[in-house]
């Protein structure tokens, strides 16, 4: 059973592939019933380490979210059941919303929950971004700052385009950055083609989210169009509700990069009868 391929980030070895947690945490990007459906599915720390086992397995040792005691009990589970430490991708927003002089709490609690990286949050950054001088406010550049001193690695993350071009036009203490990239171009700020061009020509390594768009696009398509388009140092995050689900997107997207056809049973209706035998 093939491991998944790896990359390097900021001088730690990533799987390139890397579990989500928007449909464990509740935020589905349909409605506000489905968000309430993921959080009574996945109301302990244990259902959601079930999941990310299966990730982890494969060589998938990494996971993105916020920073919360939930989902540190979770990714300790994991360690516990696998055996392998996790790599926690963080992405804090302000402890007190909209206070900046909040954000030393926010990256000391992300420290002391375990994270090996932290990236201010889409809301965080996108709001400091100085698009017309092609650099990041001083303020983010302070952020990032203590996010190295805390110990942990450095970027972005972004819904915005800019936040890999200005920061790799200033020089920002950045190793990756967060950006959404998916072939129905879902929370893209731009076309599909010129968020390509922008991955392909950045400087570190980018970690792109949402490549099914929140549900929109079938696994295989979703997943040929990223894997088909990336650097092999960029990442790809993925969100799964179960088990067969995580298994399922592992098989597809290791047979994307292996050019092979994936050995995953497709979907049945009644309709689809006269397709086959």
Not at 24 to 33: C, K, P, Q, V, W
Not at 57 to 69: I, T, V
Not at 136 to 147: C, D, K, N, T
Request: charged share 20%; hydrophobic share 40%; with cysteine.
């Amino acid at each position: 059973m093939s491991e998944f391929p790896r990359t390097m980030v900021g001088g730690v070895s990533m799987p390139r592939l890397i579990c989500g947690s928007n449909w464990f945490l509740g935020y589905s990007h349909t409605s506000r019933a489905k968000d309430r459906l993921i959080k009574e599915l996945f109301d302990t720390p244990a259902k959601m380490a079930r999941v990310v086992e299966v990730f982890a397995r494969r060589g998938c040792n990494a996971f993105m979210s916020m920073q919360s005691q939930f989902v540190a009990e979770a990714l300790r589970e994991v360690e516990q059941r696998v055996g392998v430490p996790m790599l926690w991708v963080t992405t804090p927003a302000y402890k007190e919303p909209g206070n900046p002089d909040t954000w030393k709490a926010s990256v000391d609690e992300a420290r002391e929950l375990g994270a090996t990286f932290c990236f201010p949050h889409q809301c965080v950054t996108d709001p400091r971004i100085d698009r017309v001088n092609r650099c990041l406010s001083p303020q983010l550049i302070e952020h990032l700052a203590y996010v190295r001193e805390a110990g942990m690695v450095p970027g972005l993350s972004s819904h915005a385009p800019e936040a890999i071009t200005c920061s790799d036009a200033c020089g920002a203490d950045v190793e990756t950055y967060i950006t959404p990239y998916n072939a129905a171009g879902f929370l893209c700020q731009v076309e599909t083609d010129w968020i390509q061009r922008i991955i392909h020509s950045a400087k570190k390594p980018v970690m792109t989210i949402k490549p099914l768009a929140a549900g929109r696009l079938l696994p295989p398509t979703g997943l040929s169009f990223v894997w088909s388009t990336l650097r092999d140092c960029d990442l790809v995050t993925i969100g799964t509700m179960s088990t067969y689900e995580a298994e399922e997107v592992i098989e597809i997207s290791l047979a994307c990069l292996e050019q092979r056809k994936a050995e995953v049973e497709l979907q049945y209706t009644r309709s689809k009868s006269t397709l086959v035998g």
